[in-house]
């Protein structure tokens, strides 16, 4: 695969307000962008990577389309400063980057999809440099179409990559897991497809080397779409997958985070009694066994995609249309290790905002990475928030 390299090819205009150890900051240029993850870096900076379109018929918030949707990285310091920006594309089709690691060298690991006429989409990894310079890049996966949502550095700083690949007759798809040597070379990959059609969203390792995975499923004969939790050795190969009935319909995890007992949060939505969505949280014991599930939400969609752990118990956060400010606005829930609600906090104005990734920021508080339509430049621009241990702008 050919991947052109762009140094600053777009002028992202930063708009930041900052008070005191809380700070707001867009990143955008005239075209559409949106965040999907952020990196908080040993110096106080952050590696921000998420996407921009150059197709106009491209609308982040419908996604109607996926075409002209390339992958950009940008590195800003502890003052929020942009120190550079790069793009990365491989021509007129999808590219982008949904997780990456800081690596022991001082460098990046990336993963997520790139798309060429002639490959077709496949599994993306690749490392940069701290100036965001290629080192080296992979296409993975099968004859048939991968995507991957999620990736980590193993205990052996290899990589693991997990999302998932059409069947081979198109009907559905297998929940997928692909590992790497250092050097982003594939030494395994496995689909399991037992269960039913499925996609992994989000993985983990536990401190003995297992990996543990969490996405959702439609069984073979049944109707309703729902969340898995599987568990395999190193190897990929499973000991057990385990699924939770959603309490009204569909139900999708598409995050997970784990507490210092060992249990797994899984964030995500659910359809509610009312036919909407709402945001949904369940804990699980490191055996796969259920502890409770609930869903948090109000009369419009209201739907997670992203956890983290926290003092009280876990924070999750995405966005909801039943509270705020606009249409849709960032929605940040901490729940206590009971379950029930800490606070809860929304962010935005009277455009439409969601967070896509939040995590631990130094010291105390938050980092949440997204997108806003109501400030910046102009259409959807990439909006990080630095906030307290409330989730609160002070």
């Not at 921000?48 to 940008?74: H, K, N, P, Q, R």
């Not at 050097?183 to 989000?202: C, I």
């Amino acid at each position: 695969m050919k991947t052109g390299f762009l140094l600053v090819s777009i002028v992202l205009l930063t708009v930041a307000v900052a008070v005191a150890d809380t700070w707001e900051h867009t990143f955008g240029s005239d075209l559409p962008e949106q965040a999907f993850f952020s990196l908080a870096l040993e110096d106080g900076g952050f590696l921000i990577c998420g996407i921009f379109v150059i197709d106009v018929s491209y609308s982040i918030v419908s996604s109607e389309s996926a075409g002209g949707v390339d992958c950009m990285l940008f590195r800003i310091d502890d003052n929020q400063e942009i120190l550079w920006e790069a793009d990365y594309f491989s021509g007129p089709w999808p590219d982008l980057a949904v997780a990456g690691v800081e690596t022991g060298d001082g460098c990046y690991v990336l993963a997520g999809i790139t798309t060429t006429m002639e490959e077709g989409q496949q599994n993306w990894l690749f490392k940069v440099d701290d100036t965001g310079q290629i080192i080296w890049e992979r296409s993975l996966g099968t004859d048939y179409d991968d995507w991957t949502y999620d990736m980590m550095e193993t205990g052996d700083d290899g990589f693991v990559l997990a999302g998932y690949v059409d069947f081979v007759d198109g009907t559905g798809r297998a929940v997928s897991l692909l590992k790497t040597d250092t050097q982003g070379y594939e030494l395994w990959n496995r689909q399991y497809t037992a269960a039913g059609s499925g996609t992994a969203e989000a993985l983990l390792e536990t401190a003995g080397g297992d990996l543990l995975i969490t996405g959702y499923l439609q069984k073979e004969g049944e109707r309703n779409v729902v969340p898995f939790l599987l568990r395999t050795d190193s190897g990929g190969n499973e000991i057990w997958m385990k699924t939770i009935s959603g309490q009204h319909g569909n139900c999708y995890a598409l995050d997970m985070t784990m507490k210092d007992n060992g249990n797994i949060i899984l964030a995500g939505y659910a359809v509610s009694s009312a036919g909407d969505y709402d945001f949904w949280i369940a804990e699980m014991t490191s055996d796969g066994e259920l502890v409770r599930q609930s869903v948090f939400g109000g009369k419009g969609d209201d739907m997670a995609f992203t956890a983290a752990p926290c003092p009280e118990g876990c924070v999750v956060a995405g966005f909801t249309a039943s509270e705020g400010a606009g249409r849709d606005d960032i929605w940040i829930l901490c729940i206590d290790d009971s379950g029930e609600e800490v606070w809860s906090v929304t962010h935005g104005g009277p455009g439409n905002e969601c967070a896509e990734h939040i995590i631990p920021a130094a010291g105390s508080g938050f980092i949440v990475s997204g997108y806003t339509s109501s400030w910046g430049a102009g259409d959807t621009d990439i909006w990080i928030l630095k906030v307290n241990e409330e989730g609160q702008l002070d």
